[in-house]
Nanobody, 114 residues
């Protein structure tokens, strides 16, 4: 059974930082292209970053230069470092298989507010 469990969210002030983690199990993580997606209240799911099997990364324009995706295949763990956070980054963040974002974890809430 595929399991993806995110952690690391919280409430931060604008300009703050968080580091999200996602522990994967039930599939060969090292052979899987992974993504972080987010969903804000009333908005559609948005892919914000992806990482290939060999570490090639992609970022949406909305987070480029502020977020950093990484992976540790030995630990079956995906990470997202969030810096210079803005109120518009407020959302539930999920890790997901890039090929099918419906295969994703329950998410971790990130709230950016003063």
């Amino acid at each position: 059974e595929v399991q993806l469990v995110e952690s690391g969210g919280g409430l931060v002030q604008p300009g703050g930082s968080l580091k999200l983690s996602c522990v994967a199990s039930g599939f060969t993580f090292s052979n899987t292209h992974m993504s972080w997606v987010r969903q804000a209240p009333g908005k559609e799911l948005e892919r914000v970053s992806s990482i290939s099997l060999i570490g090639t990364t992609w970022y949406s324009d909305s987070v480029k230069g502020r977020f950093t995706i990484s992976r540790d295949n030995a630990k079956n763990t995906l990470y997202l470092q969030l810096n210079s956070l803005k109120p518009e980054d407020t959302a539930v963040y999920h890790c997901a298989k890039t090929a099918d974002v419906n295969v994703r974890g329950p998410g971790t809430q990130v709230a950016v507010s003063s």
